[in-house]
C-alpha cells in the first residue's frame, strides 16, 4: 500500500457544550466541533448546536441511547473520521466521557491503538445554576443524581441521606421524569431528617436556554414544586441564606475574623486553622474526660476513629511550624 493513502487513525472527541448557549461554550468546544468530520449526540443537544454543524455528518440518538452513541462513535472514528460525541455540560460529569470508555475498553482500546480521544470540559449544571441564583456552592458540596435507571434505589438513598447529614450543599441532577415522579419526595422526606424545613432550595429549569426559569422555594415544599428532567436542584447547608433574591453559603470567614475590620477574632490567628480546627479538637478531646463513645456520640463519629484520633501526639502542627 502506498504510504501516503494509508488510512490515517480517526479521533474522538468527547465536547462538554455547557449549558447550551453559545456564549457559554468554550473556544475549544467550538474549535473541537468545527475540526470534526461527524457529530453524535442526544437529539436535544444537537439542536442546541445546530448553527455549528453546516456539512457536517451528523448522528443522532435518543436519550436513553447513550451506549449506542459511543459504539457509532468508535466505529466513525475506526473509519478514520474525527468524532464529535457532544455531552450537555460537562462531559465527564454524568455526561458521555464514562460509557465511552467503557465501551472503548470493552473493544479493547488503549491509549497507544491509534485512536486519540480527548475531553473537552464544559460548564456543568451546578456551576451554571448556580452562577444564576447566587453563590450557593461556596462551601463544600456534592452531587447527586436521582435517575434509578442504572444505579439501585439503596445506594442512591444512603448517599442522600449521607450527604445531608455531612450538611453538604447538594446539587440533585434528573430529580423528576415522567415516568420517575417519586424519587424527589424521597430525597426530601431524607433530607428532612437532618436539615431544617425552611433550608433555603433554589429550582433552576433550562439554565441559559430560552425557557430558562428559576424559583427559589425551602425544603418542606420543595416537591411541590415544578420540576422536570431539565430541571437542576440546590438544596443549601444549614448555613445557606436567601436575600435580595440571591442564594448564598457562606465560607466559613464570620467563624475567624471579624466582617467589617477584617481582624482576627480573639483566640484565632491570621494564616493558621481555625482554634477548633484538628490540632484544637485533639486538644478537647483529651482534656474532655470523657470515653471514646461519648465522644463518638457527640460528634456523630466512628467510635474507631475517636481511638486513633486520642492516640496521635498533641503536638504535631508546632512540630511543622518550626521544622517550616
Not at 114 to 123: K, L, Q, S
Request: glycine share 8%; aromatic share 6%.
Amino acid at each position: 500500500m502506498n504510504p501516503s493513502t494509508k488510512k490515517q487513525p480517526g479521533k474522538i472527541m468527547l465536547v462538554g457544550i455547557g449549558p447550551g448557549s453559545a456564549e457559554h461554550m468554550t473556544a475549544r468546544a467550538r474549535s473541537a466541533i468545527a475540526e470534526a468530520d461527524t457529530v453524535v449526540g442526544y437529539t436535544t443537544y444537537i439542536k442546541l448546536i445546530e448553527d455549528l454543524l453546516d456539512g457536517k455528518e451528523v448522528v443522532k440518538k435518543a436519550m436513553t441511547e447513550e451506549l449506542d452513541r459511543a459504539t457509532d462513535t468508535l466505529e466513525l472514528a475506526r473509519a478514520g473520521k474525527k468524532v464529535a460525541l457532544i455531552s450537555s455540560g460537562d462531559a465527564g460529569v454524568y455526561g458521555m466521557a464514562g460509557p465511552t470508555y467503557e465501551v472503548l475498553f470493552q473493544a479493547g482500546w488503549t491509549p497507544e491503538s491509534g485512536i486519540e480521544v480527548e475531553i473537552v470540559p464544559g460548564a456543568s449544571a451546578l456551576n451554571t445554576c448556580a452562577a444564576l441564583v447566587g453563590a450557593p456552592l461556596t462551601h463544600d458540596f456534592c452531587a447527586i443524581s436521582l435517575s434509578d435507571l442504572l444505579t439501585p434505589w439503596p445506594v442512591i438513598a444512603k448517599r442522600l441521606d449521607a450527604a445531608a447529614a455531612a450538611d453538604f450543599v447538594v446539587a440533585l441532577y434528573n430529580p423528576k421524569s415522567g415516568r420517575r415522579t417519586r424519587q424527589i419526595e424521597q430525597a426530601q422526606r431524607l433530607f428532612l431528617r437532618h436539615r431544617r424545613p425552611d433550608t433555603p432550595v433554589a429550582i433552576v429549569k433550562s439554565a441559559y436556554r430560552p425557557k430558562q426559569s428559576i424559583e427559589f422555594t425551602t425544603l418542606a415544599q420543595m416537591s411541590e414544586c415544578d420540576i422536570g428532567m431539565l430541571s437542576t436542584v440546590l438544596i443549601g447547608n444549614s448555613h445557606t441564606f436567601v436575600r435580595d433574591g440571591l442564594m448564598v453559603t457562606p465560607r466559613g470567614y464570620a467563624n475567624k475574623y471579624d466582617v467589617e475590620s477584617g481582624a482576627a477574632k480573639n483566640g484565632e490567628r491570621a494564616g493558621r486553622s481555625l482554634s477548633t480546627g484538628l490540632q484544637g479538637w485533639l486538644e478537647s478531646l483529651h482534656a474532655s474526660g470523657e470515653s471514646p463513645q461519648q465522644l463518638a456520640a457527640c460528634y456523630g463519629l466512628p467510635v474507631g476513629y475517636i481511638v486513633e484520633a486520642l492516640a496521635e501526639p498533641l503536638d504535631l502542627d508546632d512540630k511543622c511550624e518550626a521544622a517550616c
